[in-house]
C-alpha cells in the first residue's frame, strides 16, 4: 500500500501544471514500528517532564522539540518517503502515417473526388499518395493541425512492416516540447513511402503497448488500408485491443476508391470427362453488385494453347440476380485440358479475383457402348436408332423382338440375342418391350448393371411395356413412375415444361430457350395417370389438358446404386426431328446418353488427382492444395501428407486435412513461399497410380507495387470496432468535434526524489542528537 498527500502548485508553464505529490510505503510491519515510536515519543515526553521540571519553560520546549524532529526524521527512514513530482498538461493525440511502399502509388480518382480533393488544398491529384497525405495535412488542412496542436499534444509516428516511434515528448522540457509539436508539419514534409510491407498486426500491437502507460484521447490513422504482411481477418485481435482500452480509432483513407460495380462467377456447372474432339457444353452463373446496363463479355482461353477459343456476351446483370450464361469448350483434345473463365471487368473495377475460374475436362477417346432393346421397329425406335448411329461417339447394338431372323443379319447393329452379360455395355435402353419376354436373367444382369456396375438405363414406357410391368417383379423396382388410380382417359396433346433440375442435367440441349420450347410439336403422352416416386425427380413436365393446373412426369430421373435410370412416359420425340433439320432432335438425344453414362465416364478421371487453385502466385498470396480422392480409397484417413519441393532444393512436408465440401478428397493453404518454381507430390504407394506432382510458380514481385486501391472495408471495420470513424480526406476537419471531451492527463514519466535515504537527512539526524546530547551534558541531565 502506498499513502500519499498532494501539494498542488498554482499556475500553468506552456500549459502544463505540476503537482508536488509526496509518497510512503505502508504495511502492517510499518504500522508497528509507528506505534512503537509513539509509545518511545510519549515516554520521551514524560521524562522530559520529569528530568526537566526545574528547568525553564523555554528549555523543556527545546528539548521536545527536538525530540520531535528526531521522531520525524526516523519516521522518514522507516517509511521510505519520496516526493514526486507529477506534470498534468494536454491530453495525447497520436497521428499515425502509413509510409510503405503502396503509399507511393498514383490513384485515378472520379471527377466527384478530384473536386473534393482540390477543395482541401490538394492541387495536383496526380501525385502519388503520401504526397497528396502532405498536400491536404500541412497545406489545405493546416487549420486542422493548428486546431490539433492548440488542443492536444500530438504525437506523430509512422509505420510499414513496424511501428516507428518519435523522440519521446516526456522527457522534454517545456520549450523543447513546444518546439517539437509546432515542427509537425516540417517532419510530415520529410516524409518518405519506402517501406518493405505494410504489417497493421504488428504496427498495432507495438502501438498498444505503448498506449497503456499513458493513454491518447485518440488515434488518427491515415493509410490506404492494404495490408501486405497479414490478412485482415488476423487484426480481429488487435481491434480487441483497442476496444479494451477504450481508444477510438479515426482512419483517414488516402487513395482511390474502389469502384462500386463488382462482376463475379458464382458457379460453373459441367461434366468434367467429355469426348475428344467433341463441343462440350458447360454453364457459367454470374453476379453483380449492381445493376449493369452495359454489354458482360464472357471469354474462354485454352490454358495450354495460350488461345481465346470461346466468347458470349449478353446484354447486362441485374443486382442480386443470377444470371446463367450457357457456354460451349470447343473441341476437346484427349486427356487433360484446362480452361480460364473470365468475365471482362467493369470499367474501375478493381477486385478481379472473383472474375476468373479455372476449370479442368478430361477428354476421352474411346466410344460409348449401348444397347437398344424394343418390341419391333416402330417409329420411335427407328427415329433414335438412326440418330445414334449418326453419334461417332456413340457403338451402337441393337435388339428386336418382333424382328425377321434374317434382319440380325442385314443390319450390323443387330444382334440375334439378348446379352448375357453387359460387363461391356455402358447404357441400355429398354423401348415398348413386353416384359413377360424378359428371361430372370437377364433382368438380374440389368439389377446388377445399373446397381453395381454404375450403368445407365433408359425406358422408354409405352402401351405395351407398362401393361406387362409385374409390379412384384425387379423391373417394376426400377421404374421411377408409379401409377396413380382413376379413369382412362384420351392421350392429349401436351407442352412441355423444363424443371429446375432437367435444367441443370441438361434434359434439353444448352441453350434452348422458352420461345423454342413453345415452338416444339406437341407431343401425346400415355392416356394413365402416373407420378414420381419418393426418389425420382421431374426432368420434364406438361399441362395436363383434363385436370387445368396439373403437371404431369414426362421424364424422370433416379437413382439406383451407383448408376441412374431415366423414365420416359411419352413414346413420341420423334415429333422433335424436323426441328431445325433434326440438329435439336440430335442434341437430346446426344445429352439423355451421356447423362446415363455420367458414373461410367468418371470411372474413366484419374483415380487420385493433385491440384492447386492457380498456376502463378503473388508472394502475399495463399496457395490452395488439394488432393482429390475420387474412388474414396484414403476416406478412412483424416489427413495425408504431401511434399513440397522447391527447385532450389529445399523439401517439407505439408498437411492436408479431409474436406468433403465443394470435393471429396483433401486440402490444405500455403502461405508465406519465397519467389521461384515449385512442385507438390504424393506418394500413393500404389502400382497403377504411382506418384502424382503438380506445380506451381510465385512470382519474384513486390506487392507494395501492385496497385490496388484504397481497403475502406478494412479501415471501416477497425475504426467502427473501437467507437471511431471511418473518414475520408476531405472529411479530416470532423475528427476534431468527434473527440471526446478534452482532459488533463498526467505523463507516465515523472521526477522522483527518495528522501529516506538522502545525505541531507542524515545530516540533520546527526545534528539533532548531538544538540541533544550537548544540552543534556550542560544542562546535567542525565
Request: proline fraction near 5%; include cysteine; glycine fraction near 6%.
Amino acid at each position: 500500500m502506498t499513502w500519499y498527500f498532494d501539494l498542488p502548485v498554482n499556475g500553468e508553464e506552456g500549459g502544463i501544471q505540476r503537482l508536488w505529490r509526496l509518497e510512503a510505503a505502508w504495511n502492517w510491519q510499518t504500522a508497528h514500528v509507528l506505534i512503537l515510536a509513539a509509545c518511545l515519543l510519549w515516554i520521551g515526553v514524560w521524562l522530559v517532564n520529569v528530568m526537566a521540571r526545574h528547568q525553564s519553560r523555554l528549555v523543556r520546549i527545546f528539548l521536545f522539540s527536538n525530540r520531535l524532529l528526531i521522531i520525524f526524521l526516523v519516521a522518514l527512514l522507516i517509511l521510505q518517503v519520496r516526493l514526486k513530482t507529477v506534470a498534468y498538461g494536454q491530453p495525447k493525440l497520436t497521428l499515425l502515417v502509413d509510409t510503405s511502399g503502396s503509399m507511393s502509388l498514383t490513384d485515378r480518382y472520379s471527377a466527384e473526388d478530384l473536386k473534393r480533393l482540390q477543395g482541401i488544398g490538394v492541387s495536383r491529384p496526380n501525385r502519388p499518395r503520401i504526397e497528396i497525405l502532405k498536400d491536404f495535412l500541412t497545406t489545405g488542412s493546416s487549420s486542422w493541425l493548428d486546431r490539433a496542436i492548440s488542443r492536444y499534444e500530438l504525437e506523430l509516428l509512422t509505420f510499414d512492416s513496424r511501428l516507428h516511434l518519435q523522440q519521446e515528448a516526456e522527457s522534454l522540457s517545456v520549450s523543447q516540447r513546444e518546439l517539437l509539436f509546432k515542427s509537425v508539419p516540417e517532419r510530415l514534409s520529410k516524409f518518405r513511402a519506402t517501406g518493405a510491407t505494410t504489417d497493421f498486426v504488428q504496427t498495432l500491437d507495438e502501438l498498444g503497448r505503448i498506449q497503456r502507460d499513458r493513454p491518447s484521447a485518440a488515434i488518427v490513422l491515415l493509410s490506404d488500408g492494404n495490408p501486405t504482411a497479414h490478412s485482415a481477418s488476423a487484426l480481429v485481435k488487435t481491434e480487441k485491443t483497442f476496444s479494451r482500452l477504450r481508444i477510438p480509432v479515426y482512419a483517414v483513407g488516402v487513395g482511390s476508391r474502389r469502384s462500386t460495380g463488382d462482376l463475379a462467377i458464382t458457379r460453373t456447372d459441367l461434366e468434367p470427362v467429355g469426348f475428344a474432339g467433341e463441343d462440350h457444353p458447360l454453364t457459367v452463373s454470374l453476379e453483380a453488385n449492381q445493376d449493369v446496363k452495359v454489354p458482360v463479355t464472357i471469354r474462354i482461353r485454352n490454358i495450354l494453347q495460350d488461345s481465346e477459343v470461346f466468347s458470349v456476351t449478353i446484354d447486362g446483370l441485374r443486382q442480386g440476380v443470377t444470371e446463367s450464361v450457357p457456354m460451349v469448350l470447343p473441341d476437346l483434345a484427349a486427356g487433360r485440358n484446362d480452361f480460364e473463365i473470365e468475365v471482362v471487368p467493369l470499367a474501375g473495377e478493381t477486385d478481379l479475383k472473383d472474375n476468373l475460374q479455372r476449370i479442368r475436362v478430361w477428354g476421352r477417346e474411346s466410344d460409348l457402348n449401348v444397347l437398344l432393346v424394343d418390341r419391333s421397329p416402330r417409329w420411335e425406335y427407328r427415329h433414335l436408332k438412326a440418330t445414334l448411329e449418326r453419334d461417332s461417339h456413340l457403338a451402337v447394338q441393337t435388339f428386336l423382338f418382333e424382328s425377321d431372323p434374317a434382319f440380325a443379319v442385314e443390319d450390323r447393329t443387330a444382334l440375334n440375342r439378348l446379352p448375357k452379360s453387359l460387363e461391356t455395355i455402358d447404357a441400355v435402353i429398354l423401348g415398348d418391350v413386353d416384359f413377360k419376354l424378359l428371361d430372370g436373367g437377364f433382368v438380374a444382369e440389368l439389377q446388377r448393371f445399373v446397381r453395381e456396375q454404375g450403368g445407365g438405363l433408359l425406358l422408354l414406357s409405352a402401351e405395351t411395356s407398362l401393361g406387362s410391368l409385374d409390379l412384384s417383379s425387379g423391373l417394376a423396382e426400377m421404374h421411377p413412375a408409379v401409377e396413380q388410380s382413376g379413369e382412362e382417359s384420351e392421350r392429349m396433346p401436351t407442352q412441355i415444361v423444363v424443371t429446375a433440375e432437367g435444367k441443370a442435367q441438361g434434359v434439353l440441349p444448352v441453350g434452348t430457350d422458352p420461345d423454342q420450347l413453345g415452338q416444339l410439336p406437341l407431343i401425346y403422352p400415355d392416356f394413365k395417370m402416373y407420378a414420381a416416386k419418393p426418389a425420382a425427380i421431374p426432368l420434364l413436365q406438361g399441362v395436363n389438358s383434363a385436370q387445368a393446373g396439373q403437371m404431369l412426369p414426362l421424364i424422370l430421373s433416379m437413382r439406383y446404386g451407383k448408376g441412374v435410370i431415366i423414365q420416359h412416359l411419352f413414346d413420341d420425340s420423334w415429333r422433335w426431328r424436323p426441328v431445325a433439320n433434326g440438329e435439336f432432335y440430335r442434341k437430346v438425344w446426344s445429352q439423355m446418353i451421356r447423362n446415363l453414362c455420367r458414373r461410367k465416364l468418371l470411372d474413366q478421371l484419374p483415380p487420385l488427382e493433385l491440384l492447386t487453385d492457380q498456376d502463378e502466385y503473388r508472394p502475399y498470396e495463399s496457395i490452395q492444395v488439394r488432393l482429390l480422392d475420387r474412388k474414396a480409397k484414403y476416406q478412412n484417413l483424416d489427413s495425408v501428407i504431401v511434399e513440397l519441393k522447391a527447385d532450389s532444393g529445399s523439401t517439407q512436408n505439408v498437411t492436408l486435412r479431409r474436406t468433403q465440401l465443394p470435393f471429396d478428397g483433401f486440402a490444405s493453404t500455403i502461405e508465406n513461399l519465397n519467389p521461384g518454381e515449385y512442385a507438390v507430390s504424393f506418394d500413393s504407394r500404389e502400382e497403377s497410380v504411382a506418384t502424382i506432382r503438380t506445380r506451381f510458380r510465385v512470382l519474384d514481385s513486390d506487392p507494395e507495387e501492385e496497385y490496388i486501391p484504397m481497403n475502406e472495408s478494412l479501415l471501416r471495420s477497425l475504426s467502427e470496432s473501437t467507437h471511431g470513424a471511418f473518414l475520408h480526406p476531405w472529411e479530416i476537419d470532423s475528427i476534431l468535434d468527434q473527440l471526446p471531451e478534452r482532459k488533463l492527463t498526467g505523463y507516465s514519466e515523472t521526477r522522483l526524489i527518495p528522501l529516506w535515504n538522502r545525505s541531507e537527512i542524515l545530516i540533520v539526524f546527526i545534528i539533532a542528537m548531538s544538540i541533544e546530547w550537548i544540552f543534556r551534558r550542560r544542562a546535567g541531565l542525565d
